[in-house]
């Protein structure tokens, strides 16, 4: 099973490169759905990286597979362009991941 990246920003995209994970950059809500598509039709990606703007582009799709489907799990990552992340968001995904407070 392998990684895949839906990013709306190269920035992700070269990073996680880097770190061998392939992946597409999209923008708008046909692309999103077509990148989510190919993931599906494809039996080794059991992790897809997409980045929290695009998720609100299709929910409906990202739900079903989320809650209908054991592969690929889908994660919600942040990355830099995103506004509005309160100072301690790192610190709170930890807590709230592992009940540890920091």
């Given amino acids: 099973m392998r990684f895949m990246l839906i990013s709306d920003n190269h920035d992700t995209a070269t990073g996680l490169r880097l770190a061998g994970i392939d992946g597409v950059i999209v923008h708008s809500k046909e692309e999103v759905a077509n990148a ?24 409906d799709i990202i739900n079903d597979i989320k809650l209908n489907r054991k592969v690929p799990l889908i994660v919600e990552i942040p990355d830099r362009h995103v506004e509005g992340r309160r100072k301690d968001s790192i610190i709170r995904y930890v807590r709230e991941a592992i009940g540890v407070k920091i």
């Fill in 36 to 59: 989510l598509n190919k993931v599906l039709q494809s039996d080794d990606i059991g992790i897809v990286l997409i980045t929290e703007k695009l998720v609100p582009l299709c929910p």
